[in-house]
């Protein structure tokens, strides 16, 4: 019986050892598929570490692959439909007054902003590995190391950490000349189905309201 046992356990111990281990990019690609599977809502909270221009904000992120819709319903609002971003912000939560600034951003700005488009551009722009030891967060088991190919580039390092799923749990990215960017996602929904409108600013609408609209193209 006890030789059964030792058979039975050798012989798991020699499949155990047989998995191939989830390397950074098995991780990552799992993580970008959990974003692409329709729309995604997420409730968010951001802190740019020394940049006094961006305060702790949390927000709900609506995305639909490139495009995205960030909000705190209050002060702070970003739509993005793939190629126009629009950035309002509003004194005391009113809209006469405020200032809608109109960009076509870089790819380092949307980063800093949607967490899709820097995984889904890791493989172009930074090296990936798991770091193993590390203090995760609440939630996570893994970390994933995404350092910047380009020494020069605008985000020159970011942690990524996953959940057992390989969904997105927290995300901290050092931003060159604007300290570091902690993003922590308190919910996540996927297979949602948004309507173009939510990834766009109505510019007239706003103005008719008492809104200044900076256009910065």
């Not at 609002?77 to 939560?93: I, L």
């Not at 995404?146 to 020494?151: K, R």
């Not at 050092?174 to 173009?196: E, I, M, Q, Y």
């Amino acid at each position: 019986m006890m030789k059964k046992r030792l058979t039975l356990l050798t012989l798991l111990l020699s499949l155990y050892c047989a998995l191939p281990a989830q390397t950074a990019a098995d991780l990552l690609n799992r993580a970008i598929a959990h974003f692409e599977k329709g729309g995604v809502e997420m409730n968010v909270s951001a802190t740019y570490a020394d940049d006094d221009a961006f305060p702790p904000l949390t927000a709900t992120l609506k995305m639909c692959r490139e495009r995205f819709f960030l909000s705190d319903g209050m002060e702070y609002s970003v739509w993005y439909d793939g190629t126009t971003q629009w950035t309002c912000r509003m004194s005391d939560g009113e809209i006469k007054g405020a200032e809608v600034y109109i960009s076509e951003p870089t790819l380092a700005e949307l980063q800093s902003v949607s967490p899709y488009l820097l995984m889904k551009n890791y493989n172009n722009q930074f090296q990936a590995s798991l770091v193993k030891g590390s203090q995760l967060p609440k939630g996570a088991v893994s970390d994933v190391l995404l350092t910047a190919i380009d020494a020069n580039a605008d985000i020159t390092v970011a942690h990524l950490f996953l959940d057992k799923d390989a969904r997105m749990v927290s995300l901290q990215a050092a931003l060159k000349g604007a300290g570091t960017l902690a993003f922590d996602v308190k919910s996540f929904k996927n297979g949602l189905k948004h309507s173009d409108a939510v990834f766009t600013c109505n510019t007239q609408s706003l103005k008719k309201r008492g809104a200044e609209i900076i256009d910065m193209r």
